[in-house]
């Protein structure tokens, strides 16, 4: 079906929106088939009794422990939960982005900076962002501000080195072309740099985030004093509490969804995919 429904080059604008729409619902169901098919694989399995329910439960005890922990009668537990997490992540990865995406820039241009940071960068670049954790609850004690730069660690490394690469990757030429027609550092920028690298930053984005997020969980779960999702994923485990900590895991991998593919993807289509669009029109 999907491949049936195609805008020519005669469409129309609704025609070509209806079209991008209709492929678009389409992935999503081919996305999704694999995960409802799961799903119901173990809904069964657990039901027919081949799972033990108290450490695997079903899908719908999942849903049900979810649902109440949403309900008026629990405080609205987990939207509280859920919000803080989100406020970490999102912090910890702005601060990261905002200061590798400039760094990454200039060593990206600067081969002598590069070669002097560069093996630095990649002494600390394995180490897992989480082994700082320890360090800052000494410094810093437990709360936002440890769990938070422990997150921006994590994200720091993947948009830097995408920056880095991004630029290094841009043929010299380019910029010698525009230079020769007088543009100064502003223009050279704003029209080769930034939409020749934009596409790779735009991958470190997705890796910084996913970096960050999973980060997120492990930080909370030693720093946090009494929300997030890491949070209420360890404190379930006190009282066994697996569908609670069900529950956080599924929502943990559900916003990891929504952040690359409803964000990220957002901003592919307004920036890299028009720029390019752009380009073969006026080629």
Aim: glycine share 10%; net charge positive; hydrophobic share 60%.
């Amino acid at each position: 079906m999907g491949g049936m429904i195609r805008a020519g080059s005669g469409s129309t604008p609704a025609a070509v929106r209806f079209a991008a729409a209709a492929g678009g619902v389409m992935s999503f169901l081919r996305f999704m088939a694999p995960v409802a098919a799961a799903a119901v694989c173990w809904e069964l399995a657990t039901r027919a009794g081949l799972v033990d329910a108290s450490i695997l439960p079903p899908p719908s005890m999942v849903l049900a422990r979810g649902l109440e922990l949403l309900a008026a009668d629990a405080n609205h537990v987990l939207v509280g939960h859920i919000l803080v997490s989100l406020y970490r992540a999102l912090i910890a990865f702005m601060i990261a982005a905002a200061i590798a995406v400039p760094l990454g820039f200039w060593l990206g241009l600067s081969p002598g900076a590069y070669a002097w940071i560069g093996p630095i960068l990649s002494l600390l670049l394995p180490l897992p962002a989480v082994a700082w954790t320890p360090i800052f609850l000494v410094a810093l004690g437990q709360g936002d501000v440890t769990i938070i730069l422990v997150c921006v660690l994590g994200a720091f490394f993947p948009v830097l080195y995408s920056t880095i690469q991004a630029v290094q990757g841009i043929p010299k030429q380019s910029t010698w072309v525009v230079r020769s027609m007088g543009a100064g550092r502003l223009r050279i920028f704003r029209s080769v740099l930034l939409p020749a690298s934009l596409p790779t930053v735009m991958t470190g984005f997705k890796l910084g985030l996913a970096h960050s997020w999973r980060t997120l969980v492990a930080a909370e779960m030693l720093a946090a004093l009494d929300h997030g999702l890491g949070f209420m994923i360890f404190a379930a485990r006190e009282y066994m509490d697996v569908r609670t900590m069900f529950v956080g895991i599924v929502l943990l991998a559900a916003l990891g969804f929504l952040f690359e593919h409803a964000v990220f993807g957002t901003v592919e289509r307004a920036t890299i995919r028009k720029w390019y669009r752009d380009r073969q029109r006026r080629t």
